[in-house]
């Protein structure tokens, strides 16, 4: 009678111990980072790998027990070392699957192997002892591969590295948890990647020799997909805490008051509840608290209503009407109409027309972004122009900047009545240069302009009227003027970043209009007759599309 030994390990494990160590044979520090890190660009990848070498590649084995696995590894030439009880993977394992902690028995050992460069790196093997009734756990964790990860070890950790590395690899990869093994001295970060390319890479380890509890803290909280949720779920509730302040003008008295009692006195508030919104105020950045005093940060400065470019009035508008008309933004998405007109009974620039206090109040939130225009007069020169015509200019802000940039210079602000009104004011050290002309930019515009300023404007509308007003325009500027487009451009690829992303949706609530890529305004130039010369980029995620006429060619 022959007997036979049931085998320690499933052929399942026994497979994808060898798989680890090919991959990890096929690859070094510089192979892996562009592997699971194809987002940053060689210049990052390269700084990384001089903080970072990879250390190991990591998987989970489900034994039913752990004696002779030693042994039986080495029969398959796997040649481990010591066991060391695992702490981080036995918090996760025993979290995801409701198992308590005592009863999970998680070891660790590891394996000599070499890089695709001959250099010495590891295999680190999780051996979770597995009774039968656990089965399902094997199962899930050899499917998706949860544990399964490259470990880059820190060269010289410390705390301003750590901070760094970390922000660098989760603009990459979201956090995904992490833990200190007491048994080794060390702390691990994880990252994943759930849609990269190559799923061997889509999980990362930042291994750091030593305890680095703040740090870690931070990590395993961010690693909560909940807390994140939760925080762009409560945006709406920072929106109302500023413009509460605005509306208090708080951050106003925050210039001579300090103390709570004195700040509730002067803004008429109940002194327990304005503490509370002070210190939702101090989590925003907003405001800075000491001991019992407060103060404005840089950024609570701009809500001054005295600060050069104050944003109080956006905070108002933000947190009022525009508010209001976001509320309605399901609306906009099921049909495609702008939810604005729904809430007010009229579209955007009508109600504003019919109220001077909202539209006056408009035009002020309209300067808080003028930000923008700050870098117009150093991408463009204007000083081989005549005239410059500012079409629907608004509160005139752009075309001040331009013609006190460039002395000998005249301007044309061109807008409806009641926004030429609103930018008498604003104009007024410039009004011996300036000819306010009220009218239509749909039907026409003055024909005398060496430049053409189009700031703001294309975004209110749908494509069909962008061409018309494009249009309006190739037909009665001078074939020599150019014309100056600012914009927030939508980024080419949806893993960029920019302003224009939110605001695109805030032009489906409140005008109808929307945001753009470059390319997009490039098709629409073109199909009035203009041609794009350059794209220079402002503050604010803005950027300057400078066109002319296209030359005509005749056969």
């Known amino acids: 009678m022959t007997s036979t030994t049931t085998p320690l390990l499933a052929t399942a494990d026994l497979a994808r111990v060898t798989a680890a160590i090919d991959l990890l044979g096929a690859n070094d520090t510089a192979s892996v980072l562009a592997a699971a890190l194809p987002s940053l660009d060689e210049d990052h990848r390269a700084a990384l790998a001089g903080h970072v070498t990879l250390d190991h590649v990591a998987l989970p084995i489900f034994p039913e027990t752990l004696v002779g696995l030693a042994e039986e590894l080495a029969a398959q030439g796997v040649e481990v070392g010591g066991m060391t009880p695992s702490v981080v993977v036995r918090e996760r394992l025993s979290s995801r699957y409701g198992v308590p902690q005592h009863e999970l028995e998680v070891g660790i050992v590891r394996a000599a192997v070499t890089d695709r460069t001959g ?20 199962e899930d964790e050899r499917e998706h591969g949860r544990e399964n990860h490259f470990a880059l070890a820190v060269r010289r950790p410390d705390p301003v590295v750590l901070q760094g590395l970390r922000a660098t690899l989760a603009t990459a990869m979201r956090p995904d948890g992490g833990g200190h093994n007491g048994y080794e001295n060390s702390t691990v970060l994880y990252f994943r990647d759930e849609h990269g390319a190559d799923p061997a890479f889509r999980r990362l380890e930042l291994l750091c020799a030593g305890r680095f509890p703040r740090l870690l803290a931070t990590h395993r909280r961010e690693s909560c997909a909940g807390t994140g949720l939760l925080r762009l779920l409560t945006g709406a509730w920072a929106t109302q805490a500023i413009a509460t302040a605005a509306e208090l003008r708080l951050l106003d008295h925050l210039d001579t008051i300090g103390d709570l009692p004195g700040l509730a ?37 701009l809500l001054r209503s005295d600060a050069a470019g104050s944003m109080r009035p956006l905070a108002l508008m933000y947190g009022g009407p525009f508010y209001r008309s976001f509320a309605a933004l399901a609306d906009a998405v099921r049909d495609g109409g702008e939810s604005y007109a729904k809430v007010f009974g009229s579209h955007h620039f009508e109600h504003m027309a019919a109220d001077p ?3 006056e109040l408009f035009h002020r939130s309209m300067a808080s972004s003028n930000a923008m225009f700050a870098g117009v007069t150093g991408v463009f020169d204007f000083s081989a122009a005549r005239m410059v015509v500012d079409v629907a200019g608004g509160n005139g802000e752009l075309l001040a900047r331009v013609l006190r940039a460039t002395p000998a210079l005249r301007g044309v602000l061109m807008d409806r009545p009641h926004a030429l009104t609103a930018a008498r004011a604003r104009l007024a050290e410039v009004a011996d ?12 515009v003055p024909g005398i302009g060496d430049v053409y300023l189009l700031s703001r404007v294309l975004h209110d509308w749908d494509d069909e009227q962008c061409r018309a007003i494009l249009a309006t325009c190739a037909r009665d500027m001078p074939a020599h003027a150019e014309l100056l487009v600012v914009e927030r451009l939508l980024p080419e690829t949806a893993d960029a970043d920019s302003l224009a992303i939110p605001w695109d949706v805030h032009m489906l609530c409140n ?4 945001e753009r890529t470059g390319s997009h305004y490039r098709e629409l130039l073109a199909a009035a007759g203009f041609e794009v010369v350059e794209t220079r980029q402002l503050p604010l995620d803005a950027h300057l599309v400078r066109a002319r006429r296209a030359l005509r060619h005749t056969p």
């Open 119 to 138: 250099l010495p790196r590891e295999l680190e093997i999780f051996a979770v002892v597995t009774p039968p009734e656990w089965a399902h756990i094997a």
């Open 265 to 301: 006195a002067a803004t008429g508030t109940d002194e327990h509840s304005l503490g509370r919104l002070l210190r939702y105020l101090t989590a925003l950045g907003v405001v800075h608290t000491s001991g019992t005093r407060y103060g404005p940060t840089g950024l609570g400065a």
């Open 357 to 359: 206090d909202l539209a």
């Open 433 to 444: 240069r300036v000819t306010l002309v009220p009218g239509d930019f749909t039907e026409s």
């Open 511 to 514: 005008t109808g209009g929307r």
